[in-house]
C-alpha cells in the first residue's frame, strides 16, 4: 500500500514535519494512531476545520487511527495562537453539547466503528483534575521560558498583553500529547500551520521524558492565492451546519471562488484523483467554470449528502442558466410591497441604507430588471406568484408573499 505520507504531499497538505525520514518509515511499517486537536467554541465546525477533516479521513482510509481531541479542558484557558486577546470561558455544559454536534458532522468523514474506529476524548478528564506543584515538577521542568517566548504564538501576544493563563497553554497541550501516548500509544500529533510550535512541544516532551520516538506534521492553512484565509462570507464564517449556513449558501461559496484557487481547493477538500484535477484545471478561461461547478459540488455532497447538493445545484442552475430548477425561497409578510423594505425583509441588506447602497451600485435586479429606484414597488399578485430577486452574483432567492 502506498505510504500516507506520499499522498499527503502530492496533495499539497504538508508544510512542516519533524524527524520526517523516521517518521515515513513508521507510517509504512505499522497502523499509527495519530490526533488532531478541536477547541469547542462553537456548537459546529467551519470551513477553517475542513483541511484536518480530510487528513484524518485520508490516513483513516489508509489504516491508520485518528483520535479527536477535544480541548474541554484546554479551552478553559483559550489558545493564544492567532488570537489578539483572550477567549471567554465556557461552562462544562456548553462543551459537552458542543462536543456532540462536533462528532455528528465528523462521522461524516471519520468512522467510529471497526479495527482502526476514531475516537473521540476530552481532555478536561485529565487536566481538570491535575495537582499544580505535581504537574510543574513532571512537565514544567521540560520547558524553557526563554525558548517559549521565541514561539510566534506568544511574540504575537506580546504587545496587547499574554495572561499567565494563556502561557500555560503550550505547556497542557504538550501534555495531552504526552497522556495520549501513555493511554493510547498515540505517536503522532497533526494540526494547523498556525500550531506548529505547541505541537513540537508535545513531541518533544515525549522524546526528552519517555525516551521514546514521537512525531509532529503541521498541514497548510486554507488560504486562497492572495494569502487570505478562506470560508469567510458577509455573514460571518462558512459552517458545516446547515441551520448556520445552508447547503445552497454553502455551494455557491466554492462554485463563485476565484479560479486561481479551484486546483487547490480540489487537492485539499476532496477525494477527486490528482489527474482528473489537473485535467479540469488545465484551462484557465471560461472552461475553469465546470472545474468550479464539480467543486462546488463535491464539497456540498460531503458536507450535507449527494441528495442536498444536488438540490443545490439544481437552484444554482436556475439562478444562472433557467433551467427550471427551484430557487430558495423566503416569504414577506403583508403590507411589504417596496423593493428596499422587502431587501430587509429577505435579509438581503442588513438595513435600509444597505440596501440603497446596493441599489445605488446597480447590484440589485427582479428577474432580469436591474432595480434603479428606491421607490419600486410590487403588486400584491406578482408577489403571490413570486418574484426573483437578485443581489449580485451570490444572492438569489424567490420571495413570496408570506
Same mark, same amino acid.
Given at each position: 500500500?502506498?505510504?500516507?505520507? +506520499?499522498?499527503?504531499?502530492?496533495?499539497?497538505?504538508?508544510?512542516?514535519?519533524?524527524?520526517?525520514?523516521?517518521?515515513?518509515?513508521?507510517?509504512?511499517?505499522?497502523?499509527?494512531?495519530?490526533?488532531?486537536?478541536?477547541?469547542?467554541?462553537?456548537?459546529?465546525?467551519?470551513?477553517?476545520?475542513?483541511?484536518?477533516?480530510?487528513?484524518?479521513?485520508?490516513?483513516?482510509?489508509?489504516?491508520?487511527?485518528?483520535?479527536?481531541?477535544?480541548?474541554?479542558? =484546554?479551552?478553559?484557558?483559550? +489558545?493564544?495562537?492567532?488570537?489578539? +486577546?483572550?477567549?471567554?470561558?465556557?461552562?462544562?455544559?456548553?462543551?459537552?453539547?458542543?462536543?456532540?454536534?462536533?462528532?455528528?458532522?465528523?462521522?461524516?468523514? $471519520? #468512522? @467510529?466503528?471497526?479495527?482502526?474506529?476514531?475516537?473521540?476524548?476530552?481532555?478536561?478528564?485529565?487536566?481538570?483534575?491535575?495537582?499544580?506543584?505535581?504537574?510543574?515538577?513532571?512537565?514544567?521542568?521540560? &520547558?524553557?521560558?526563554?525558548?517559549?517566548?521565541?514561539?510566534?504564538?506568544?511574540?504575537?501576544?506580546?504587545?496587547?498583553? $499574554?495572561? &499567565?493563563?494563556? @502561557?500555560?497553554?503550550?505547556?497542557?497541550? %504538550?501534555?495531552?500529547?504526552?497522556?495520549?501516548?501513555?493511554?493510547?500509544?498515540?505517536?503522532?500529533?497533526?494540526?494547523?500551520?498556525?500550531?506548529?510550535?505547541?505541537?513540537?512541544?508535545?513531541?518533544?516532551?515525549?522524546?526528552?521524558? !519517555?525516551?521514546?520516538?514521537?512525531?509532529? *506534521?503541521? @498541514?497548510?492553512?486554507?488560504?486562497?492565492?492572495?494569502?487570505?484565509?478562506?470560508?469567510?462570507?458577509?455573514? /460571518? %464564517?462558512?459552517?458545516? +451546519?446547515?441551520?448556520? =449556513?445552508?447547503?445552497? !449558501? &454553502?455551494?455557491?461559496?466554492?462554485?463563485? *471562488?476565484?479560479?486561481?484557487?479551484?486546483?487547490?481547493?480540489?487537492?485539499?477538500?476532496? @477525494?477527486?484523483?490528482?489527474?482528473?484535477?489537473?485535467?479540469?484545471?488545465?484551462?484557465?478561461? !471560461?472552461?475553469?467554470?465546470?472545474?468550479?461547478?464539480?467543486?462546488?459540488?463535491?464539497?456540498? %455532497?460531503?458536507?450535507? /449528502?449527494?441528495?442536498?447538493?444536488?438540490?443545490?445545484?439544481?437552484?444554482?442552475?436556475?439562478?444562472?442558466? #433557467?433551467?427550471?430548477?427551484?430557487?430558495?425561497?423566503?416569504?414577506?409578510?403583508? /403590507?411589504?410591497?417596496?423593493?428596499?423594505?422587502?431587501?430587509?425583509?429577505?435579509?438581503?441588506?442588513?438595513?435600509?441604507?444597505?440596501?440603497?447602497?446596493?441599489?445605488?451600485?446597480?447590484?440589485?435586479?427582479?428577474?432580469?430588471?436591474?432595480?434603479?429606484?428606491?421607490?419600486?414597488?410590487?403588486?400584491?399578485?406578482?408577489?403571490?406568484? /413570486?418574484?426573483?430577486?437578485?443581489?449580485?452574483?451570490?444572492?438569489?432567492?424567490?420571495?413570496?408573499?408570506?
Amino acid at each position: 500500500m502506498k505510504n500516507v505520507l +506520499d499522498t499527503l504531499k502530492e496533495r499539497g497538505y504538508v508544510k512542516q514535519t519533524v524527524y520526517e525520514d523516521e517518521l515515513y518509515e513508521l507510517l509504512g511499517r505499522e497502523s499509527v494512531s495519530f490526533y488532531i486537536g478541536f477547541d469547542p467554541t462553537a456548537d459546529s465546525l467551519h470551513v477553517g476545520h475542513f483541511v484536518q477533516l480530510m487528513v484524518m479521513s485520508i490516513m483513516q482510509k489508509a489504516g491508520h487511527r485518528p483520535i479527536i481531541l477535544i480541548g474541554g479542558g =484546554t479551552g478553559k484557558i483559550g +489558545d493564544p495562537s492567532g488570537k489578539s +486577546d483572550m477567549r471567554r470561558m465556557m461552562t462544562d455544559e456548553t462543551i459537552k453539547h458542543n462536543c456532540d454536534c462536533f462528532k455528528k458532522q465528523m462521522s461524516k468523514f $471519520l #468512522s @467510529f466503528e471497526g479495527e482502526n474506529a476514531a475516537i473521540m476524548v476530552n481532555n478536561a478528564e485529565w487536566l481538570d483534575n491535575l495537582n499544580y506543584i505535581q504537574f510543574l515538577r513532571d512537565v514544567g521542568v521540560y &520547558f524553557s521560558v526563554n525558548k517559549m517566548l521565541t514561539a510566534e504564538c506568544y511574540k504575537s501576544r506580546m504587545e496587547n498583553g $499574554l495572561t &499567565f493563563l494563556e @502561557f500555560n497553554y503550550m505547556l497542557m497541550q %504538550a501534555y495531552d500529547f504526552l497522556h495520549l501516548y501513555r493511554e493510547y500509544g498515540c505517536k503522532l500529533e497533526c494540526g494547523g500551520d498556525d500550531q506548529w510550535s505547541n505541537i513540537l512541544a508535545g513531541a518533544d516532551l515525549i522524546r526528552r521524558k !519517555e525516551g521514546k520516538p514521537a512525531f509532529a *506534521i503541521t @498541514f497548510k492553512l486554507l488560504t486562497t492565492s492572495e494569502g487570505k484565509k478562506m470560508g469567510k462570507t458577509e455573514k /460571518g %464564517a462558512l459552517w458545516l +451546519d446547515p441551520e448556520k =449556513t445552508s447547503p445552497y !449558501e &454553502f455551494y455557491q461559496y466554492w462554485r463563485n *471562488i476565484d479560479d486561481a484557487d479551484v486546483e487547490n481547493c480540489m487537492k485539499l477538500l476532496t @477525494f477527486m484523483p490528482l489527474d482528473e484535477i489537473a485535467a479540469m484545471c488545465e484551462h484557465k478561461d !471560461e472552461r475553469i467554470n465546470a472545474a468550479k461547478a464539480r467543486l462546488a459540488f463535491e464539497l456540498t %455532497a460531503i458536507v450535507h /449528502g449527494v441528495e442536498e447538493a444536488e438540490k443545490a445545484e439544481a437552484q444554482s442552475l436556475a439562478a444562472f442558466a #433557467s433551467s427550471g430548477g427551484e430557487l430558495p425561497t423566503a416569504t414577506v409578510p403583508e /403590507g411589504v410591497n417596496n423593493i428596499v423594505d422587502i431587501m430587509c425583509a429577505v435579509k438581503a441588506a442588513k438595513s435600509k441604507s444597505e440596501a440603497r447602497q446596493l441599489i445605488s451600485g446597480g447590484g440589485v435586479k427582479v428577474g432580469e430588471e436591474k432595480i434603479t429606484s428606491f421607490d419600486t414597488c410590487f403588486t400584491e399578485e406578482q408577489l403571490k406568484e /413570486g418574484i426573483i430577486l437578485h443581489k449580485g452574483k451570490k444572492m438569489h432567492v424567490k420571495v413570496v408573499r408570506g
